[in-house]
């Protein structure tokens, strides 16, 4: 079975940064390509950003371009979304998935991820 946990949310000020973690265990986390999504109340869940299972290929979403970094550690089967230049607008619950089928490129779509983390909250206060 499949066990995502992220760590690393918390509160932060407008231009703080903060480093989120996700450990997976289940699988041979170094097949599977890995994305960080996120949802703030009222909103749909939206993509963040997404790695290949190699770490070749990264994707982010237009508006952590530039800010974020994903980023894995096969050795530590984990995944890490360095967030750097936090805005209010980036308060959410963070999720970690897995991609579906083995050495994948990385994609934006929910719809290709079926294992999820339970989130870990981010907070950025103005």
């Known amino acids: 079975q499949v066990q995502l946990v992220e760590s690393g949310g918390g509160l932060v000020q407008a231009g703080g940064s903060l480093r989120l973690s996700c450990a997976a265990s289940?699988?041979?986390?170094?097949?599977?390509?890995m994305g960080w999504f996120r949802q703030a109340p009222r909103k749909e869940r939206e993509f963040v950003a997404a790695i290949s299972w190699s770490g070749s290929n990264t994707l982010y979403a237009d508006s952590v371009k530039g800010r974020f970094t994903i980023s894995r550690d096969n050795a530590k089967n984990t995944v890490y979304l360095q967030m750097n230049s936090l805005k209010p607008e980036d308060t959410a619950v963070y999720y970690c998935a897995m991609r579906i089928g083995t050495f994948m490129a990385a994609s934006t779509g929910r719809e290709g991820y079926n294992y999820w983390g339970q989130g870990t909250q981010v907070t950025v206060s103005s």
């Open positions: 289940g699988r041979t986390f170094s097949m599977y390509a």
